[in-house]
């Protein structure tokens, strides 16, 4: 990162330099020692010697990590790793947008490019365990007291499916766009319905994988994931059969 320049003499911030390399240098720590959250980083003392550098220098580093959101103080602990970084742009972007048929339509297709073209993976990797889990999970939905206790399980239920399929980036990306999925998956969860219809797709999805039926997978996850729609504010869907279809979003 270049140095940035003091206005007042024209010659480098070699501290703003100094906090900057350490801020890489404990990122580079972080990655090769493969901390995760809840981990704690290094004391002070310890990181000064680490990086041949001075303590206040340390801890303007820690401040700027704190700031990102990579780490948060902890009493009697120190500095300890967190997502409040992730955390916080995912609930602004969920904050911010719009629901509507264009949100909604961006969004399922996404998940209607990744979640239909599962089923090769799904099936390789699927085991009698998690075919129980994922029934387990459904079998709570129409029980759900609330459209945002119906969202969190619907939610479960699909994270599941994609946990399943083994993709690790997949299922961190789909971890990312929970509180965005959810928030459009709350749509109609207030109706008891509605959560019927969503047991019995989901239903549908896996007895499609119980019975390596492709084209019955496909079929039911599309139907399932346009559903919701006519609970858009803005939708305009003809013909009322349609709109009886609707609601397993």
Same mark, same amino acid.
């Given at each position: ?104 339509? $961006?969004?399922? /297709? &996404? ?6 073209? *599962?089923?090769?993976? =799904? #099936?390789?990797?699927? @085991? !009698? ?83 390596? $039926?492709?084209? /019955? &997978? ?6 399932? *994931?346009?559903?919701? =729609? #006519?609970?858009?504010? @803005? !939708? ?14």
């Amino acid at each position: 990162m270049p140095a940035r320049m003091n206005t007042a003499s024209d010659l480098p911030d070699t501290k703003a330099s100094a906090v900057d390399e350490v801020v890489m240098q404990i990122r580079a720590m972080i990655r090769d020692r493969h901390m995760g959250i809840g981990d704690v980083l290094p004391g002070e003392v310890e990181l000064a010697e680490m990086f041949a550098t001075s303590r206040g220098t340390i801890r303007e580093a820690i401040r700027t990590l704190k700031a990102y959101g990579i780490a948060e103080s902890r009493q009697k602990l120190g500095a300890v790793l967190t997502d409040g970084h992730n955390t916080a742009m995912q609930d602004l972007f969920a904050f911010a947008m719009e629901v509507s048929t264009d949100a909604f339509q $961006d969004i399922q /297709g &996404f998940r209607r490019l990744t979640e239909m073209n *599962l089923f090769d993976l =799904l #099936v390789a990797h699927l @085991d !009698a365990e998690t075919l129980a889990r994922l029934d387990a999970i459904n079998a709570a939905i129409p029980a759900a007291t609330s459209a945002d206790e119906a969202s969190e399980r619907d939610f479960a239920f699909h994270m599941a499916l994609v946990s399943a399929a083994g993709n690790r980036t997949l299922t961190q990306t789909y971890g990312m766009l929970q509180p965005v999925i959810r928030r459009l998956m709350m749509a109609g969860k207030t109706k008891r319905s509605t959560l019927d219809h969503v047991f019995a797709e989901h239903q549908a999805i896996v007895e499609a994988l119980r019975s390596h $039926d492709r084209i /019955g &997978f496909a079929y039911h996850m599309d139907r399932h *994931l346009s559903a919701g =729609l #006519v609970f858009m504010p @803005d !939708a305009r869907i003809p013909g009322s059969r349609q709109s009886e279809e609707m609601g397993r979003a």
